[in-house]
């Protein structure tokens, strides 16, 4: 038996990289999924495919995170296809690369909504909805762990992500619902190399310990660990997904 059958999982900003690549990993282990987007509803609609084809279940939820309203129906949707969620990853975010001199008002606002706000509408949705047992990951960013310029409003994000973990896994802890963060570090994602060229990202991966950029499979892999059972006595925690680069 698949050690995640009878397991629901949303996995916000599942229609490409990291947050697809969990989103499959999670369908491959026997969870039903939901595929959460924002906008690209083809890349969506083929993970579901993708899971589909082998042998998985799974549905695409249009939704914007840093919308309490469109979060609060997301779970409800999910609730009335599956019957329950089990699982939160969130995934979805935005990057900022400016120094804080020149980052605008509308740049901190837009940031801070889909990173924190959104972590926040859906961890307070969880607070009442995810079945006891239940397991959350959040997503951080090794660029925390770095003093790297025109990062400044980005990282703040990530740190506010990280506190929201710490303080929500004490809340939701009677419950038996676990609740960790993971931070990244470079992963060969169209978000990360887009701009970059290969020189800049032969540089990033030799900062790595282990000598490379992590791929999303790296990253879904410590997802799966965290969701089961081994990870039952883990909460509270961020974990460095970086390969020693930081």
Do not use: H
């Not at 409003?153 to 896994?169: I, M």
């Amino acid at each position: 038996m698949k050690r995640l059958n009878n397991k629901v999982a949303i996995v916000t900003g599942s229609s490409r990289g990291i947050g697809a690549q969990i989103a499959i990993s999670l369908a491959d282990a026997g969870a039903s999924v939901v595929i959460n987007y924002s906008s690209n509803q083809t890349s969506a609609d083929k993970v579901v495919s993708d899971i589909k084809a082998n042998g998985g279940n799974a549905i695409a939820i249009k939704a914007d995170i840093s919308n309490p309203g469109e979060v609060k129906l997301m779970f409800d949707l999910a609730i009335n296809q599956f019957g329950k969620i089990d699982i939160l990853i969130n995934n979805a975010g935005s990057i900022l690369y400016k120094t804080i001199q020149d980052t605008t008002d509308d740049d901190f606002e837009q940031i801070f909504s889909v990173n924190v706000k959104g972590t926040f509408n859906t961890l307070r949705e969880a607070a009442s909805r995810l079945e006891n047992d239940g397991r959350i990951i959040n997503f951080s960013s090794s660029t925390t762990r770095l003093m790297l310029p025109t990062y400044g409003a980005y990282c703040a994000t990530k740190g506010a992500v990280e506190q929201l973990t710490r303080v929500f896994s004490k809340e939701v802890g009677a419950r038996n619902i676990t609740v960790n963060s993971i931070s990244p570090g470079p992963t060969n994602t169209e978000l990360f190399t887009e701009g970059k060229s290969q020189e800049v990202i032969n540089r990033l991966a030799g900062m790595a310990a282990l000598g490379r950029i992590g791929e999303p499979i790296d990253i879904a892999r410590i997802v799966l660990f965290l969701v089961g059972e081994e990870a039952s006595w883990v909460t509270g925690q961020n974990i460095g997904a970086n390969g020693g680069f930081a």
